[in-house]
């Protein structure tokens, strides 16, 4: 990419300013339906995908949405952008309630909410030309930039770093790294003020994850867009996200600034998730080492979740009151302003070693000892 290129203003001011609540999420839910029965089919159960999360992203800000897979995190972003109908809970946008709102409802606002989908192999349209693929958003929704549309493409793609003469080509003529610009290109065509990234580099190599992260930085810092930046990687969540929450089995169980998250975190899925890092000891003291935690099995089905703390069949400071009294989501002793964690017995805020390692896998704990 070009470093003395100047990416455009956005079309129109926003009228908020940073800082502001630009979207809001209260008690978002989200069940799909399980059908069986012969010959009729009923529903005799649901997926409990995302169950009752609130969310709040911010004129201009990065919000970083982190989690195993299958906790929700996709899910959330395909509600927030109104792909899916919520089954419950409110979704406000700019103070307006766009929950259940129609096609006509959100015609002015499909443009400002976009999406950046996690496979740029399959996100991309075959048949079309680059060219087609961005000003697609432009012509459905009647845009016409100065200089004509195809102007506005080639500036698009110069801005991800692609060459203007590719307007003529076909998505299959490129690499994924290539085809995943394409796809922050057409994201960037409307000008938006709020982009979901769905995971955007986690079908990337490594050697192309942190040019594509560095593109989408440039992007929110010169064009003040606000992001919900949905991934697993802990470290590029950390290198974006201005403020992270993490997820667990459809609920947001923390949600703080990254600092805080990252260096004091309470709840014990956090600690666990944080200790799943690599690191290396660059000194060989093995002074600063972090704790280490695994766990026993997988994540519980959404079908049957566990009641209470849905945590409390992997953690180690389970007690009764966890599984009779879902911890609610509040700021507790210790923690600073805004960072929010649902956890009956926190831990202490420090990822630094215990004198003991976690080991909750009963085989795994076996074959250590016999070592």
Request: one cysteine or more.
């Amino acid at each position: 990419m070009k470093e003395d290129l100047v990416l455009p203003a956005p079309r129109e001011a926003t009228p908020e300013s940073p800082g502001e609540p630009l979207l809001v999420a209260e008690n978002l839910t989200k069940h799909f339906p399980i059908k069986g029965g012969f010959p009729i089919r009923r529903t005799v159960g649901a997926v409990q995908a995302v169950d009752g999360i609130d969310l709040t992203v911010h004129v201009g800000e990065s919000f970083g949405l982190v989690g195993e897979s299958g906790c929700g995190k996709s899910t959330t972003g395909r509600l927030i952008t109104r792909l899916l109908e919520p089954t419950d809970g409110k979704i406000l946008y700019r103070g307006q309630d766009i929950t259940h709102a129609g096609r006509k409802q959100l015609a002015p606002i499909r443009s400002e909410i976009q999406m950046i989908f996690q496979d740029p192999y399959s996100s991309l349209n075959p048949r079309q030309t680059v060219g087609t693929i961005i000003s697609g958003p432009m012509e459905i929704n009647g845009i016409n930039p100065p200089g004509g549309r195809e102007k506005r493409v080639r500036e698009l793609l110069e801005i991800v770093g692609l060459n203007p003469e590719h307007y003529n080509r076909f998505p299959h003529e490129f690499s994924g790294g290539q085809r995943q610009r394409i796809g922050v290109a057409r994201a960037l065509a409307l000008e938006p003020k709020l982009i979901v990234a769905d995971e955007p580099v986690s079908a990337l190599d490594v050697s192309i994850q942190a040019q594509v992260v560095n593109l989408l930085q440039k992007v929110q810092d010169e064009l003040g867009i606000a992001f919900l930046f949905i991934a697993h990687d802990l470290a590029v969540v950390r290198h974006f996200s201005q403020r992270v929450a993490v997820m667990y089995l459809g609920k947001v169980i923390e949600v703080g600034d990254r600092e805080s998250i990252y260096t004091r975190p309470r709840h014990p899925y956090t600690h666990a998730l944080l200790s799943a890092v690599p690191e290396v000891d660059v000194t060989g003291d093995g002074e600063g080492r972090r704790e280490r935690i695994r766990l026993a099995g997988d994540v519980p089905s959404p079908i049957a979740p566990p009641s209470g703390c849905r945590f409390r069949t992997r953690c180690w400071k389970a007690q009764d009151k966890c599984a009779a009294e879902a911890p609610p989501l509040v700021q507790i002793s210790g923690n600073r302003d805004g960072h929010l964690t649902a956890c009956h017995f926190p831990e202490e805020p420090t990822i630094e070693a215990r004198e003991e390692d976690i080991v909750l896998d009963p085989a795994l704990a076996a074959l250590e000892e016999s070592d």
